[in-house]
């Protein structure tokens, strides 16, 4: 079993969590969820008599432990779920992946105000905020990732971290999980539970350097991909559109632009920022590796996944996931 997996088992107790959870979690299941994550919105009604709609089409449904049994003209695919808030995750049955669902109407409202202010950059935290944690990381036949903006990533995973004297917490689908680290120099330790494992830093930066010399342009992924991501509430609603596009020359383009607005009986504002970017990407593994004009050089996990609906394939980046914009077959 890999060693961070023991620490988060281990740190959790987890398997009386799992049992107190699983009798807790059927019962949250009813609601409206929605999901964005493909460039469209897709609804998912789950009445508390056990009836329901999948995008405007009836359905019928049970729920026990952490299995959701989905029936739909005579058919019934059954499906892992796990609840976290106002989050529905979905993985197994006819998924590639795993799909999140967020409950609908929780947007947070919105707070009437003067005027609506530019919405500032995150300000990502320094070396010496986070303990000279921040980097990549590897030993015990495994890698880990703990990034500037507050994401680790861990065996194709990624979770929300936060550092405090001298601990880690990992936010999890499970619960919170707190860690024991020191860093010395380049070696990080993490501990808990009575046991404790060493990395040492900077070993896909070497593999970062050689991907980018050896790495090739993969045709295959050449193409226009897009992130399409709209909320809207009584009170206002928010939109991110992003595009990569992926020339067969190993070159790209990156476009974004995101809104905001708010509509409140005392005042009616928005704000509107765009982005771009440029540079060259290489594929070497399951990473695709660029060097930005604006960023320098870095690296982004990659899987190629067909979208669960319309099987349009789609290209998943550190678990973001662009669908073509080119008509194409399915991977």
């Known amino acids: 079993m890999r060693t961070l997996v023991v620490l988060i088992l281990c740190g959790m107790g987890f398997s009386a969590w799992a049992q107190i959870g699983a009798k807790t979690q059927s019962g949250k299941i009813h609601g409206v969820w929605q999901n ?3 460039g469209y919105q897709m609804t998912l009604i789950l009445n508390t008599d056990g009836s329901g709609e999948f995008d405007g089409e009836s359905i019928r449904f049970a729920a026990q432990v952490n299995t959701l049994a989905i029936t739909q003209n005579g058919a019934t695919t059954r499906y892992t779920f796990a609840l976290a808030g106002n989050t529905l995750t979905l993985s197994g049955g006819d998924l590639d992946g795993s799909v999140a669902f967020t409950r609908g109407g929780t947007a947070p409202a919105q707070v009437a105000q003067p005027a609506v202010q530019p919405t500032q ?3 990502a935290p320094s070396q010496s905020a986070t303990g000279g944690l921040t980097g990549v990381w590897s030993g015990n036949g495994e890698t880990v990732e703990f990034k500037k903006d507050g994401t680790c990533l861990y065996q194709g995973q990624s979770f929300a971290y936060q550092v405090s004297q001298g601990h880690v917490t990992l ?4 619960g919170n999980v707190m860690l024991a680290y020191s860093v010395n120099g380049n070696t990080l330790t993490l501990s808990g539970n009575g046991q404790s494992f060493t990395y040492t830093r900077g070993q896909r930066q070497g593999a970062e ?3 980018q010399q050896g790495g090739s342009v993969s045709q295959e992924l050449a193409g226009k991909w897009c992130y399409v991501n709209v909320t809207s509430t009584n009170s206002g609603g928010s939109s991110t559109d992003e595009c990569i596009t992926l020339h067969p020359n190993g070159t790209y383009e990156y476009y974004a632009e995101r809104s ?7 005042y009616y504002g ?7 970017d440029r540079g060259t990407w290489r594929v070497q593994g399951n990473r695709i590796f660029y060097t930005s004009q604006t960023q320098g050089q870095g690296s982004y996990e990659l899987q190629k996944v067909n979208h669960p609906k319309t099987g349009d394939p789609m290209i998943v980046l550190d678990g973001k996931a662009y669908v073509t914009q080119y008509q194409r077959a399915p991977w």
């Open 36 to 38: 964005n994550q493909f």
């Open 270 to 276: 928005g704000t509107n920022s765009q982005g771009s």
């Open 209 to 211: 350097t050689v991907g």
């Open 121 to 123: 950059p995150a300000v």
């Open 260 to 266: 905001m607005s708010v509509n409140a009986d005392t």
């Open 171 to 174: 936010s999890t689908q499970q």
